[in-house]
């Protein structure tokens, strides 16, 4: 029986609300939490924290090897990354002999060339090699995400017998201190300082785990129901004026750390009753392809509306000042929605097809057992991507 069965439920969801959040379909303006969803990427450095605690901790300071680690993380990671990587290639050189037969769009070739193809291939796309977002554009969090890991690994590691829980909350402080020090108006750094983002956020997931393990709650279901509630009001409310300032952004960010905690210690309340249904425990399994798939669908949308349905684009000022195309249509929720059962069918196959199978080789490379291989796919289900 699965633990934390809500928390794989609340990854599902933050998963789709980034792929809204890079929808080009809208009515009159993006819905309001849709319009913030850039920040629920943290949610996963924090989750994704909060699982390879759990997993790997003990087995780390028990003598756990690197390269057993290594290859158990790489092949949860990269097969989907690698597939939709191949994906975006025949796409984009399809829009650059547009661009350059045709006249249409813009030339993609200018952010999505060679040296972004290789640094993406090689996952450093996102540790200052390039000056901009390319390719499988959210991919950059998959890139930091796996050199995390290596510093988690690292940092266990050499403290071993002398690990305290309150040198994972330090170093969390150490690099959400660094990316205020380094933004200027927003703390949603990616390409450029997403690496001190992902580590802020991934060591304080894992300093909760350990918080959560010395929680012991037995509350009413009322009770639960109503803290549920108060928690997720209240991290609503940050993340509507999370454009506001960076302090909102971090306080938004601490606040999905409370969710994850809340969540981690008790599953009574009404909430967590609904995502524990079969839907939401499915969106959960499949968050990570959600998230890989979904950039490219919403991009050949796009060109299928402008181009072969010859209808009308806006073009806006994007975060970092970069063109962004959006189309503007009365049925945009229609769209959106047909997409996103589109990208949640792809994604039970890249699941099934891809990531799964994939997990298992690596398990093999890497000489573990399928039954022993980490606590994370018993205790938490599927790692976080």
């Known amino acids: 029986m699965l633990k934390y069965k809500s928390l794989e439920s609340l990854r599902g969801m933050a998963a789709l609300i980034v792929a809204l959040f890079h929808s080009g379909f809208y009515v009159g303006e993006k819905h309001i939490i849709i319009a913030q969803g850039g920040i629920f990427v943290d949610f996963f450095f924090i989750l994704s924290g909060f699982v390879m605690a759990c997993a790997y901790t003990d087995k780390i300071i028990g003598g756990f090897s690197i390269k057993s680690f290594i290859l158990l993380r790489f092949g949860r990671l990269y097969p989907l990354h690698l597939l939709i990587l191949l994906v975006w290639l025949p796409y984009i050189l399809a829009k650059a002999y547009g661009f350059h037969q045709f006249g249409m769009g813009s030339d993609p070739l200018i952010k999505s060339n060679l040296f972004t193809f290789v640094s993406s291939l090689f996952l450093v796309n996102s540790l200052g090699v390039n000056d901009n977002l390319s390719w499988n554009y959210p991919a950059w969090s998959i890139s930091v995400e796996f050199f ?119 599953e009574q309340g009404i909430v967590s009753d609904l995502l524990k249904s079969k839907f939401m425990l499915m969106l959960g399994t499949f968050s990570y392809s959600i998230y890989m798939v979904h950039a490219i669908v919403f991009s050949v949308a796009g060109n299928l509306y402008q181009y072969v349905l010859k209808m009308p684009i806006k073009i806006i000022e994007g975060p970092n000042l970069e063109p962004v195309k959006y189309y503007e249509t009365a049925y945009a929720d229609l769209i959106n929605l047909f997409y996103i059962a589109v990208i949640i069918g792809i994604s039970y196959f890249t699941y099934n097809y891809v990531e799964r199978p994939w997990r298992d080789k690596f398990r093999d490379f890497a000489k573990v057992p399928s039954g022993t291989q980490s606590l994370a796919d018993k205790k938490v289900s599927k790692d976080v991507a």
């Open 148 to 266: 995390t890991y290596i510093v988690f690994f690292m940092f266990v590691s050499s403290f071993k017998s002398n690990f305290k829980v309150w040198q994972l909350m330090c170093v969390s402080v150490l690099a959400f201190s660094c990316l205020f020090a380094l933004t200027d108006h927003s703390l949603l750094s990616t390409y450029e300082f997403g690496f001190f983002r992902c580590i802020g956020g991934f060591f304080l997931g894992s300093w909760l785990y350990h918080v959560s393990m010395k929680i012991k709650v037995l509350p009413t279901k009322t009770q639960s129901s109503l803290v549920e509630l108060v928690v997720i009001a209240i991290t609503i409310f940050l993340v509507l004026n999370s454009a506001v300032s960076k302090e909102f952004q971090l306080a938004s960010i601490l606040s999905f750390g409370v969710i994850i905690l809340l969540f981690a210690v008790q």
